[in-house]
């Protein structure tokens, strides 16, 4: 597990790989330009084609990229494994069949690399997503966050999500945050751990 060279989503990626597995059902709350989605389907698709990924975003440009990706990346059945939704993830309990839980919540916040950078997501709605994802997931799952500081309202963003995690059970949760401590803007990544 070696950081140096590692971009921040590529660490996320490496802790994923930790949690999730084949056949299992899993979130990406912000599509973009579809890399984590594709990382996850990767991580869950099994020969029988099983996984689940539930990738949403407000953007619909985000959701064309992301399914572009996918059909040049993987074959037409393991395409089918990803369902996108052109939604707020603060209702992301509502795009999953009824009682489904999740092993893996992945956010990647901010706005959309290569896109309009004012359409970005907010401590409000941020928050709410993740009092969501909090009530999905399976025992031992995650919810991922990477969290960029440098656009405005970043700040704001990373102090409601430090609020969020002070309030979790410590019985229940175990969190860790990541931040390379030389380079004041670089991401911080979040991951909280559900431990039963
Ligand atoms: N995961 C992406 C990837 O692999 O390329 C990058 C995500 S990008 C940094 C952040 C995305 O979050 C943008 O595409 C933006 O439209 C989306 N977004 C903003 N607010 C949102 C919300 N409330 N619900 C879902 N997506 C949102």
Same mark, same amino acid.
């Given at each position: @597990?070696?950081? #140096?060279?590692? +971009?921040?989503?590529?660490?996320?990626?490496?802790? =994923?790989?930790?949690?999730?597995?084949?056949?299992?059902?899993?979130?990406?709350?912000?599509?973009?330009?579809?890399?984590?989605?594709?990382? *996850?389907?990767? *991580?869950?698709?099994?020969?029988?084609?099983?996984?689940? !990924?539930? #990738?949403?975003?407000? &953007?619909?440009?985000?959701? &064309?990229?992301?399914? $572009?990706?996918?059909?040049?990346? !993987?074959?037409?059945?393991?395409?089918?494994?990803?369902?996108?939704?052109?939604?707020?993830?603060?209702? *992301?309990?509502?795009?999953?069949?009824?009682?489904?839980?999740?092993?893996? !919540?992945?956010?990647?916040?901010?706005?959309?690399? #290569?896109?309009?950078?004012?359409?970005?997501?907010?401590?409000?709605?941020?928050? +709410?997503?993740?009092?969501?994802?909090?009530?999905? *997931?399976?025992?031992? #799952?995650?919810?991922?966050?990477? !969290?960029?500081?440098?656009?405005?309202?970043?700040?704001?963003? /990373?102090?409601?999500? +430090?609020?969020?995690?002070?309030? /979790? $059970?410590?019985?229940? =949760?175990?969190?860790?945050?990541? &931040?390379?401590?030389?380079?004041? =803007?670089?991401?911080?990544?979040?991951?909280? @751990?559900?431990?039963?």
């Amino acid at each position: @597990f070696i950081l #140096g060279k590692k +971009r921040a989503t590529e660490v996320s990626h490496l802790v =994923w790989k930790s949690v999730v597995q084949k056949g299992d059902t899993v979130i990406d709350a912000t599509c973009g330009n579809g890399h984590d989605t594709l990382a *996850m389907l990767k *991580m869950v698709a099994d020969e029988s084609c099983k996984g689940s !990924v539930y #990738g949403l975003d407000i &953007q619909e440009a985000a959701l &064309q990229i992301t399914s $572009s990706l996918l059909e040049e990346s !993987v074959s037409p059945s393991e395409k089918e494994l990803v369902k996108l939704f052109s939604k707020c993830h603060s209702k *992301m309990d509502e795009v999953l069949p009824k009682d489904t839980s999740v092993r893996l !919540v992945a956010f990647n916040l901010g706005y959309l690399p #290569g896109g309009d950078k004012t359409i970005i997501t907010e401590s409000e709605t941020t928050l +709410r997503a993740l009092e969501v994802a909090k009530t999905i *997931m399976v025992p031992e #799952g995650l919810i991922s966050l990477v !969290v960029y500081v440098g656009h405005p309202g970043g700040w704001e963003e /990373l102090k409601t999500i +430090r609020d969020f995690v002070s309030k /979790l $059970s410590v019985e229940k =949760w175990i969190c860790y945050e990541f &931040q390379t401590v030389d380079r004041s =803007w670089s991401p911080i990544l979040i991951f909280l @751990f559900k431990k039963c």
